[in-house]
């Protein structure tokens, strides 16, 4: 079945340094999107980013994600991460033209000064 | 830009009473609504899409029974959870999406509910 996997539970980082969030996803169909939705408490879900095309490098401020079919992933990066990227990330897909999302467990990213 | 409200925010219902929830959108048009609820400890799992002159379909263990929903226009979504017990707390989201052909989902902040 579809399944969307996040392996960390939990990234603690120091302001300043890199950011990589796991993503890795199994699906029946051919083409899917993958989303990032960054979560801060008591706010709305907020769409982060959004795939592309095989192995295209998708941007949005200051974070990317590149999906790769061949090893079904769909990592998030940042070069410096800031106090403000605190959140709860969650990695989606949902099949090619429909609306129904399957979410991951969601990874929280803790940045300290 | 497009928002999604949801009312109310929190809600605390005595079990086996029921509970309505309602989800809005505001700058576009939902053609298409999505019910999630995210039971603690856990991630956000679909309950039923409904879909403007479509028949609202619900996913495994998730029924019409339980979960009504009305989605009369492409604002405006509610959904009810009927006979609370225990296993329906958690944090309700409602998923918008507009009729332009993308993907995304526009989320509302939720209904937290607590059943006592």
């Known amino acids: 079945g579809d399944s969307v996997t996040q392996k960390e539970g939990l990234v603690t980082l120091t302001e300043g340094l890199p950011v990589m969030l796991n993503c890795t996803y199994q699906?029946?169909?051919?083409?899917?999107?993958l989303f990032w939705y960054v979560h801060y408490l008591n706010e709305s879900p907020r769409l982060l980013l959004k795939s592309s095309t095989d192995n295209k490098r998708t941007e949005h401020q200051g974070f990317h994600a590149t999906l790769h079919k061949s090893s079904s992933s769909f990592h998030l990066q940042k070069s410096s991460a800031q106090l403000s990227d605190s959140a709860l990330y969650y990695c989606a897909r949902t099949p090619s033209g429909y609306n129904k999302l399957t979410f991951g467990k969601g990874t929280v990213l803790l940045v300290s000064p | 830009g497009a928002l999604v409200y949801q009312y109310p925010r929190r809600t605390i219902c005595k079990s086996g009473t029921s509970m309505r929830m309602e989800c809005q959108a505001v700058?576009?048009?939902?053609?298409?609504v999505a019910w999630y609820r995210q039971s603690p400890q856990k991630t956000f799992e679909l309950i039923a899409l409904?879909?403007?002159?479509?028949?609202?379909?619900?996913e495994q263990n998730f029924t019409q029974e339980k979960f009504p929903i009305s989605h009369p226009n492409l604002s405006f979504s509610s959904m009810t959870v009927l006979n609370a017990y225990l296993e329906d707390r958690g944090l309700y989201l409602c998923g918008a999406r507009d009729q332009t052909g993308r993907a995304e989902q526009f989320f509302g902040p939720g209904t937290r509910l607590t059943v006592l």
């Open positions: 699906t029946i169909y051919s083409n899917a999107f």
């Open positions: 700058g576009f048009q939902a053609t298409s």
């Open positions: 409904s879909t403007v002159n479509s028949a609202i379909k619900y």
